[in-house]
């Protein structure tokens, strides 16, 4: 067994895990703490350390942390939905400052994304999958015969001329609280769109609406099958934990 501890960093919740990388299963029950507000990278980091306190996570775990934003070079790009000063913040050293440890960052989607074709509704699946989250924001993981190719940010391709997450994640269905089949309406012209640019082969739909997945997935009408995820909210655990764990073998 190997195992890594993996984070998911939320607008709302912050929750981590122990994970059997090697089976993609959690060893220890999910621990929560709410986001900090103002939701700096010092203070979001602080309560990270936190749940690894209360977790008892040793110094020779492996750590993987998701955020809500690309993450390349372990550097954050941009953020849309977490305080703005983590824009250009290096994870790496913030991590080693205030999490006590070496940690790997990573998207939030792009970890879903890759638990979901390890061990998920992607496994074993060829070809290009798309991998999306509905939440506050559009997340999006492309996988390629089962390798990501990071950071693709589909959530903010334009739709009626706007930032398409702000037209269909799942908070615009809260905030205006529309009827599934106004919400799918959205859905329809999002994934149509996308399916147009990529050719996907399998479209998998994650995020916590997608326990609802029965009431807008039949409406939706695309060429690629499109099925719920099936790690559900454990997704970004898992797949922050194996990036971990892969990220320690390296060195
Ligand atoms: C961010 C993405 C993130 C998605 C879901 C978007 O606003 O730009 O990086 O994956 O929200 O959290």
Known sequence: MSAAFGIDIGGSGIKG???????GTLITPVVTEPTPQPSTPQNVTKMCA???????????????????APVSHNRVLFIANLHQ????TDVHALYREYLGTEAVGVNDADAAGIAEARFGAAAGVNGTVLVTTLGTGIGSALILDGKLWPNS??????LDGKDAESVASSAQK????????KYAQRLQRYYAHVEMLLCPDLIVVGGGISANHDQFLPLLKLRAPIVPA??????????AAIQAAEATERH
Do not use: F, Q
């Open 17 to 23: 895990a122990l994970v059997d990388t090697s089976e």
């Open 50 to 68: 936190e749940l690894l306190t209360r977790c008892e996570v040793g110094p020779d775990v492996p750590v993987g942390v998701t955020l809500p």
């Open 85 to 88: 000063s983590w824009a250009g």
């Open 153 to 158: 940010e589909l959530g903010h391709l334009e």
């Open 174 to 181: 809260t905030r205006y609280n529309l009827s599934y089949e």
């Open 230 to 239: 099936k790690l559900r909210n454990t997704a970004g655990i898992i797949g």
